[in-house]
């Protein structure tokens, strides 16, 4: 069974950093597609940023130059640094594994809340 949980999420004031990570039990990630997404009350989800089963990774244009996404493969998570956050950023954040068939499995969820 396919497992994904966030954590890291937290309060922090605009201009500062929080780490989260998603852990994966059932499923290799590297050889998998693994994004972070995020929804805002009364909006919908949109991606974050994404790493590939080759490295490859792509951001949104909001989040370009502030977030990294990384995978640690022997701890089999991957991990969105964050910093230079803004109340913008604020929403709760969801870790989505895609699979070579284009399945798609997702965490729980983990709020972020930037303070102005």
């Known amino acids: 069974q396919v497992q994904l949980v966030e954590s890291g999420g937290g309060l922090v004031q605009a201009g500062g950093s929080l780490r989260l990570s998603c852990a994966a039990s059932?499923?290799?990630?590297?050889?998998?597609?693994m994004g972070w997404y995020r929804q805002a009350p009364g909006k919908q989800r949109d991606l974050v940023a994404a790493?590939?089963?080759?490295?490859?990774?792509n951001y949104a244009d909001s989040v370009k130059g502030r977030f990294t996404i990384s995978r640690d493969n022997a701890k089999n998570t991957v991990s969105l640094q964050m910093n230079s956050l803004k109340p913008e950023d604020t929403a709760v954040y969801y870790c989505?594994?895609?699979?070579?068939?284009?399945?798609?499995?997702w965490g729980q969820g983990t709020q972020v809340s930037v303070s102005s």
């Open positions: 989505r594994l895609t699979n070579w068939v284009s399945r798609d499995y």
């Open positions: 059932g499923i290799i990630i590297s050889s998998n597609t």
């Open positions: 790493i590939t089963r080759g490295g490859g990774t």
